[in-house]
């Protein structure tokens, strides 16, 4: 028995208990549509059921999350619509063989839902990579969420063109002739997408940002770590837990700065200095240079420093009664090298990257010595912890140099110097 015979059956039953043609053509279009819509529900039902089966013993035999991806983006139920839909459009033509114009109806709507669900399809199937591949190393801090947008995109594209030449009988290739009069238009409503779509692959190809990457921006208030990177914008969660949208394209047309080298490299930098007052800064006599002698650190750089200083002295008869005259160490400088020998012996500092204590140009506010050097450890709570522990070491040392350390008169000061002098005014 072929499909036209099951499709009349009906009919034939209606003319024979004496119903005109038409009632019972019409009679027989409503059961047989009814029945095809009831089977094809209970096929779909079947057949999610038997893939979910499948990939149920899949998922335990393997340790591999894709076809959890699978199940999560409904891939498997997507197809068995796309079955379905098939199959409609297999049995219509024979149902309503006796109304062409209604089947010819149909026929179109179910062209159209097919387009639709293919591109559904496609795009749960992109989705199921997507996720994939973010659970792999190599590609957690790739842009694909980027490229994922760019094929659905054209994906869409292709189907609303092939749904316009379903919809009017025209062909592509007319669409796409009146596509191309309006493409300035188009290019107009597209122009931030085109300027995302090709910041993206300029910076994956340029390797500019990763996910996961803190960058800068100040001109956007952005200061954190890189969550997503797609087709229009960069998400960017700031240290404060909130979350800045930068354009994508403005990556490449203003600056930012991206802190990625720091990350991988061996150290964070340190760069901070102390401003010494210039008054506190003098020539060290004997008496202050057995003093300094006491200092562990430094006790082998003075004796040497001092012993050459005493053959140059005395090979070019230097009178010394005048401290200034021939060559000398000061406070500062004797410092310096001390703040010098606590880098080198520091644990935390990476002894492989550039340390250095250099004496910067002189200001209003004091003489900076600058610390230059390399944290072992990245993580910005222990940098800082680093960082004020070599700082609070120095500040306490300094006094130690006969030095003072620069800082505006505060109200104590004053009050301090109304004591000594009463008749002074604040």
């Not at 994922?148 to 749904?163: E, P």
């Not at 692959?201 to 200061?223: C, F, H, L, P, S």
């Not at 004797?334 to 250095?356: C, E, P």
Request: glycine share 4%; hydrophobic share 45%; charged share 20%.
């Amino acid at each position: 028995m072929d499909v036209n015979s099951i499709t009349h059956y009906f009919y034939k039953v209606f003319v024979e208990l004496g119903w005109d043609k038409s009632t019972a053509k019409l009679i027989n279009v409503i059961f047989n549509t009814t029945i095809i819509l009831i089977a094809t529900y209970i096929f779909n039902r079947i057949l999610r059921n038997i893939f979910k089966r499948i990939l149920g013993v899949i998922a335990r035999k393997t340790i591999s999350q894709f076809d959890d991806h699978l199940y999560h983006n409904k891939v498997f139920l997507n197809f068995c619509h796309l079955l379905s839909v098939f199959i409609l459009k297999w049995v219509i033509p024979f149902i309503f063989r006796d109304y062409p114009d209604t089947k010819d109806e149909i026929d179109t709507f179910l062209d159209i839902v097919t387009v639709f669900l293919v591109i559904w399809f496609i795009r749960s199937i992109l989705l199921t990579l997507k996720d994939f591949l973010n659970t792999l190393e190599n590609f957690k801090d790739k842009p694909i969420e980027s490229y994922l947008q760019v094929f659905l995109i054209f994906s869409w594209a292709i189907g609303f063109i092939i749904v316009f030449t379903i919809l009017t009988g025209k062909s592509i290739v007319e669409f796409l002739t009146a596509l191309g009069a309006v493409s300035a238009i188009i290019l107009l409503i597209f122009k931030d997408t085109l300027l995302g779509f090709v910041a993206s692959i300029q910076v994956t190809v340029n390797d500019t940002v990763r996910i996961g990457d803190w960058i800068t921006m100040e001109k956007y208030g952005a200061d954190g770590d890189v969550i997503e990177i797609n087709l229009a914008s960069v998400k960017v969660r700031n240290f404060d837990n909130t979350i800045t949208t930068i354009p994508t394209y403005y990556l490449i047309s203003d600056s930012f700065k991206n802190w990625r080298g720091m990350s991988v490299s061996g150290g964070r930098r340190i760069k901070r200095a102390l401003l010494i007052q210039a008054t506190s800064i003098h020539y060290v006599n004997d008496e202050e240079l057995e003093k300094f002698k006491k200092y562990q650190l430094i006790t082998d750089y003075i004796e040497k420093r001092q012993a050459d200083i005493n053959d140059y002295n005395k090979q070019h008869e230097i009178n010394k009664e005048i401290l200034m005259n021939g060559r000398n160490m000061t406070n500062f400088g004797i410092f310096r090298k001390y703040v010098d020998a606590y880098l080198n012996q520091h644990s935390a500092i990476n002894k492989d990257m550039m340390t250095m204590t250099r004496q910067l140009e002189p200001t209003s506010q004091g003489i900076p010595l600058e610390i230059y050097a390399f944290s072992k450890d990245k993580v910005w709570k222990n940098y800082e912890h680093i960082i004020a522990d070599i700082f609070d070491h120095l500040l306490a040392a300094t006094p130690y140099f006969n030095l003072e350390l620069y800082e505006l008169p505060t109200g104590y000061d004053f009050r301090e110097l109304n004591k000594i002098n009463p008749t002074y005014k604040n």
